[in-house]
């Protein structure tokens, strides 16, 4: 149980379009959703927090308006990197937590973004 | 605040060898403490967890133990296999909130 799923796995997008990345809960209701960012070598960095049907909580330094979060259901929520330039190529992972409110996080297999 | 320190790596063995990768914590409140593993091009994978102190997680070989009076989660195994070659990530848990170390890359050779 608990899995997540991100689609798609690898994109690669002119600069200047928008690209959007779906994360899923597949066997359980995420109250809660994670956005993560990951550098090359680097540990993972928190962009954002969504909850069902509220708006995303950014964390600071991260562009509201570059990066759109919605959680349009409680297995359901989406990244949108709007305008996307080459700066923006990464590795972007989400995470999801149960609404049993266990203190865990689960994490979907990540989404490789290449802005040419 | 809230933080994970964990050894730099990279970390190269041989199979068979013992492995140990620190990861010492800072938090307020009662956090809970996790191994992730990270395989290339992939995302994260709980490895193990303990919620309090004095807890053990223990998972595919590896152990760690939540040790309060040090503030440290130490990763363990007593024989690496090359398959156990990762990216490994210390994090803590606290108000739901997650904090992740820098993470340590291991390469187990033949």
């Known amino acids: 149980g608990a899995v997540v799923s991100q689609h798609p796995s690898r994109v690669i997008c002119k600069s200047g379009t928008s690209v959007k990345i779906e994360c899923r809960s597949l066997d359980f209701q995420a109250t809660t959703m994670f956005w993560y960012r990951q550098f090359p070598k680097k540990s993972l960095m928190l962009m954002a927090t969504?909850?069902?049907?509220?708006?995303?909580?950014?964390e600071q330094g991260v562009e509201k308006d570059k990066f759109l979060i919605n959680h349009a259901s409680l297995t359901l929520s989406t990244l949108t990197v709007t305008s996307a330039h080459p700066e923006d190529s990464s590795f972007y992972i989400c995470?999801?937590?149960?609404?049993?409110?266990?203190?865990?996080?689960?994490f979907g297999p990540g989404t490789r973004l290449t802005v040419l | 605040g809230n933080s994970v320190t964990q050894m730099e790596g990279p970390v190269t063995l041989s199979e068979e060898a013992f492995l140990t990768i620190n990861c010492t914590y800072t938090a307020t409140g009662y956090p809970s403490l996790f191994w992730y593993v990270q395989y290339p091009g992939e995302g994260l994978q709980l490895l193990l967890k303990a919620t309090k102190a004095d807890d053990k997680g223990s998972n595919k070989g590896f152990e760690a133990t939540y040790r309060k009076e040090t503030t440290s989660f130490h990763l363990e195994k007593g024989s690496v296999q090359v398959s156990d070659s990762a990216v490994y990530f210390c994090?803590?848990?606290?108000?739901?909130?997650?904090?992740f170390g820098t993470g340590t890359s291991l390469t187990v050779i033949p």
């Open positions: 995470s999801a937590q149960t609404d049993r409110g266990y203190n865990e996080q689960f």
């Open positions: 994090a803590l848990s606290v108000l739901n909130q997650f904090y």
């Open positions: 969504s909850n069902e049907g509220s708006k995303a909580t950014y």
